[in-house]
């Protein structure tokens, strides 16, 4: 009797309930039918709907900028557009909706992306950015600011003394290597979205922009540090007198041999009121090689070798930093970018930066360029990086310095010669190559250099191995 009491109070409860519309009939059919409710269905319309647009937006974010750019604005732009008419596509099919989510998820996080999403063509030039380079190497400006300074006599005299300097390279050399380039690197300067490779490179942006100057991507490395440009109250006599003198100074020995010592470039680099690492030159040689500077970053790789880009003179992350650089050409209508790396590349260095060999692994397309390397890959402590050049690179253009030439022999690559082949110079005890003075005395089809290019500057026993791995038959 009490039971049907109770069935007889429930019901009466109830049919009150409905018609005061305190509760919906349909939620309470489904929660008496499954005998469990679904805790998703008692959510509101506008939180379900809330929570799917959370889950399908929230990708690893590779771009660390807090305040995007109008170029990335541009860019996620599109990439969202794409992102949408990818989804109306898997919707019409949905198992190859579920692969491309995984493919998608591991290109979300990619290096090559990470980069790429920085800065695009659309980035205006940094006024003050490309007037300090010309000033520094000695070309004519045209920017308000740097008026009086560019009037200074300090300045005048940098431009008199740069100017002849400057005249003598380029006549002797950069002029012949551009005409050599021209008629043996048309191939190799033909290929899209290719990277140039530069180890132990240092500052030398010149001689990687006159081989190479169509590449999207140029990877730098030496063991001297970035630096920074002078400032503004740097400016000022005398210690802008002593700025510019030291430019000149750091710049002798490549104006004279076209190649840098690292020993003097320790010294010279990182003197008091004088210019601070390679920055200031990497500079000058963008301005001489008719191009103008978008932007100037600090980057950072974490350990997988994703890059983060920042301020430059932001040091408060944690990772290896480098230089990263955008710079337009003014025969060009698409940006080229550069990275450097201050990084000693021993292979006794190398297990702490595993990071580095990640990030140049990410880059396609990759071509070694190998100059006045103090035979560095001759040796057993640099495996890391000869190996890299071997297995990940398709050609490589370099002196005796570079990899031996057996190891291209071994490895079944194709090698040009030019020019005549001599013992290295008495800095080196070691370096010198049986196999390849015997394939010099004995191969008919050297091509002449007239232009010296490496340690033999003052003779003409410039030797360049133009080198390229053979196409694989499937």
Not at 74 to 97: I, V
Not at 155 to 180: C, I, N, P, R, V
């Amino acid at each position: 009797m009490q039971m049907y009491t109770r069935v007889f109070v429930a019901v009466i409860l109830i049919s009150f309930l409905l018609s005061l519309n305190l509760i919906d009939l349909k939620v309470f059919n489904r929660a008496f039918q499954s005998g469990t409710p679904n805790s998703d269905n008692y959510l509101p319309t506008e939180k379900k709907q809330s929570n799917t647009l959370q889950t399908t937006t929230n990708k690893p974010i590779t771009d660390k900028a807090k305040t995007p750019t109008q170029p990335q604005l541009q860019k996620n732009r599109q990439e969202t557009t794409k992102e949408n008419k990818k989804e109306e596509k898997d919707k019409k099919t949905p198992q190859k909706n579920a692969n491309n989510q995984a493919n998608n998820t591991n290109a979300s996080i990619s290096i090559l992306e990470t980069k790429q999403r920085m800065a695009e063509d659309s980035l205006l030039p940094q006024q003050e950015y490309t007037a300090l380079a010309k000033m520094l190497a000695a070309m004519p400006i045209d920017y308000e600011p740097y008026k009086s300074v560019y009037e200074d006599k300090a300045t005048k005299l940098h431009y008199l003394e740069f100017e002849k300097a400057w005249e003598g390279l380029k006549k002797q050399k950069l002029d012949k290597m551009q005409t050599w380039r021209d008629e043996e690197l048309i191939d190799l300067n033909q290929q899209q979205g290719s990277t140039l490779f530069y180890p132990f490179s240092g500052p030398d942006f010149l001689n990687a922009y006159h081989l190479f100057p169509n590449c999207e991507y140029y990877l730098m490395f030496g063991l001297e540090r970035i630096g920074e440009l002078p400032k503004k109250d740097q400016m000022k006599p005398p210690i802008w007198a002593n700025y510019l003198f030291s430019v000149r100074q750091a710049l002798s020995e490549l104006m004279q041999r076209n190649y840098f010592i690292t020993a003097r470039m320790s010294v010279t680099l990182n003197n008091p009121n004088a210019v601070k690492g390679v920055l200031p030159l990497i500079c000058i040689f963008l301005a001489r090689t008719d191009n103008e500077i978008l932007s100037i970053q600090r980057v950072y790789l974490d350990k997988q070798g994703n890059a983060t880009y920042t301020h430059l003179h932001d040091y408060s992350k944690k990772g290896l930093s480098g230089l990263y650089i955008v710079f337009l050409n003014k025969n060009k209508e698409k940006a080229q970018r550069l990275y450097y790396f201050s990084a000693d590349l021993a292979d006794a260095a190398m297990p702490a930066k595993k990071e580095l060999i990640n990030f140049i692994k990410a880059f396609d397309n990759k071509i070694t360029l190998i100059k006045s390397a103090s035979y560095l890959l001759h040796t057993t402590h640099f495996s890391t990086i000869r190996n890299l050049i071997l297995d990940d690179t398709f050609a490589c253009l370099q002196d005796d310095t570079g990899v031996p030439y057996s190891y291209y022999v071994k490895n079944n690559w194709d090698v040009q010669l030019y020019g005549k082949y001599d013992k290295p110079i008495r800095d080196f005890n070691y370096g010198y190559q049986l196999d390849l003075q015997q394939r010099f005395n004995t191969d008919k089809t050297i091509k002449p250099l007239n232009f010296t290019f490496g340690y033999h500057w003052w003779t003409d026993k410039s030797s360049i191995l133009l080198c390229r791995k053979k196409k694989r038959v499937e």
